[in-house]
């Protein structure tokens, strides 16, 4: 008993750790015991303050572990997630509305990029999204577009972000904005998307440049 407290006070960190070493199956491990654990507290009549403390936790870890199975393909694991989250995360997760953008995920791991860009593009427009899953869909949403070269829909996905956050859809907290406009790293760097824009055209001395 004491070591399994002992290490689900530890997971939290260990996710985070696992995140900035990019090691996505450290990732599932972690975060994947740590929703388990969540789940059983929320699903027992937890007080407001469990809630509280643990939803938003919670809701980062679903996040963080469909993200790491992104990173190693597994779609038929997306799937199962997906199936399981109807019964199980429902009652509890700010993620009940999450079918469409899991299904393009999926899409996504099974390399038909297109068919998950269209999909990410109709669950954007889902009024019942908060922050975390608007920059989930729009980091997925890119690289779909960047594996296809597919130019003209990144700078669409690009505006979609801009105008997300101006629309203080952020709620209003320009540093999360800047926050998660630095995780998306290259998927938005425009020096760099036009010198691969540029190399694709065959101008190569201009994406020197």
């Known amino acids: 008993k004491v070591c399994e407290d002992w290490f689900s006070r530890l ?42 403390k643990f939803k938003g936790e919670l809701d ?15 779609s038929d694991a997306v799937d199962g997630f997906a ?21 393009a995920l999926s899409l996504q791991c099974r390399g038909r990029l297109q068919e998950a860009e269209e999909l990410y593009q109709k669950s954007f427009l889902s009024s019942s999204l908060y922050p975390e899953v608007y920059f989930f869909i729009v980091r997925n949403a890119a690289r779909c577009c960047i594996e296809t070269a597919d130019w003209e829909k ?9 105008d997300f956050a101006s629309q203080d859809r952020l709620c209003g907290e320009e540093n999360q904005y800047f926050a998660l406009k630095r995780q998306l790293g290259d998927l938005f760097n425009d020096n760099l998307i036009n010198a691969t824009m540029n190399f694709d055209a065959g101008e190569i001395l201009q994406a020197e440049e």
């Open 11 to 52: 997971r939290k960190s260990l996710v985070q750790t696992s995140l900035v070493a990019k090691a996505p199956f450290h990732v599932l491990e972690f975060s994947g015991r740590r929703i388990s654990e969540l789940c059983r507290i929320l699903s027992k009549a937890p007080s407001r303050e469990d809630v509280k």
């Open 60 to 74: 980062s870890l679903v996040l963080s572990y469909l993200g790491a199975l992104q990173e190693v393909r597994d």
């Open 83 to 103: 199936a399981w989250a109807k019964t199980a995360l429902k009652p509890i997760s700010a993620l009940k509305d999450c079918a469409g953008w899991i299904q």
């Open 154 to 162: 990144w700078q669409q996905w690009e505006k979609r972000f801009e």
